[in-house]
């Protein structure tokens, strides 16, 4: 009996000494960014794809550590780190209800920002406005990544390229449509497209947007005279299609022309529902449409399409330009 529980204490005592602590949670080998590169246009909020943890165990912090020109190899991350000036929300954005500079103020304050972030938790590159201040060009980052498994270096993670960009961007593509008056079901598709469509960026100074609304032979729609108007919603339940003037803070008629003042950059910020158009009617007594259309006069409203969205500060003027129609003045 003696010599038995001799062997069996020598047989625990063996393996309580070959035991080895199993590790706290994984930290992969092979943690990535799927798109390569990622792209970021200059000028424009950008937020990439987030990195791929491989398995790792979460939560996982991914530090940056280094940016260098992906041709050359140099080291440019002192660019990265210089920061800008710019106005942050400190409350979220409403434009059904912050209709005014004051109201809009109220929710901003002026901040020191990077052009770009690298979000700690998710790996996604995050940038701003300011990356007008950075050069064009493909570059490559280092991270590490951490979490209860310890820390791990990725040098040359993954690659970004800085692209050019407009100011301005025309989300969709122009339409127009001839609807029947008294009943708004019959309708006609008027062939329009991005030809019919002018965004001019006058200044890179101010926040207003001067829309005109003309002919094919170039006569300018007179907003103040009512041959420019809102478009109704179909059906019963009243109101009207979105216009610009439900994003921007001041709307003025002119004899030529409708003039927004904006007041948040981009603008539009959010969509209201419809994307960025702006749906806008010319009233049958003002249009002729071609006879190739077979629309009589007086049957039928012109109803004009557009779409919009700037992402820098200036004053820009908009020709939306209706194909196949020809203003009539009505005494």
Known sequence: MKKILYFLMIGSLGTILGCKKIPDG????????????????QGRPVVTDAINPAGSTKPITIKLVKIYKSETG??????????????VWKKPYDPKTDTTQALIDAK???????????????????????????????YKFDVDVSNVAGTKAFPGIAEFKIVPALAFEVPAVRSTAAIMVGDETKSKSIPSNADHIKVTQLSKQGNKITVRFLDKNGAIFNP???????????????GYLQTMQDYAVGTVLYDDR????????????????????????????????DDALGILDNTYTCNARFSFQTFESGNYQIDVIVPQVTRRVYN
């Open 26 to 41: 994984n930290l992969s080998d092979i943690i990535r960014y799927e798109q390569q590169p990622m792209e970021i246009k």
């Open 74 to 87: 140099e080291d440019v991350t002192s660019l990265f780190l210089k920061k800008y000036q710019q106005r």
């Open 108 to 138: 901003q304050v002026d901040s020191m920002v990077y052009p770009i972030t690298l979000n700690a938790i998710s790996g996604q590159l995050e940038a701003n406005y300011n990356t007008v201040n950075l050069p064009l060009g493909l």
């Open 224 to 238: 103040k005279k009512g041959e420019i108007t809102r478009r109704p919603q179909s059906g019963t339940a009243g």
């Open 258 to 289: 409708i003039e927004f003042t904006y007041g948040v950059v981009p603008f539009p910020l959010v969509s209201l529902g419809n994307g960025f158009n702006y749906y806008y009617r010319i009233p049958t007594k003002f249009v002729h449409f």
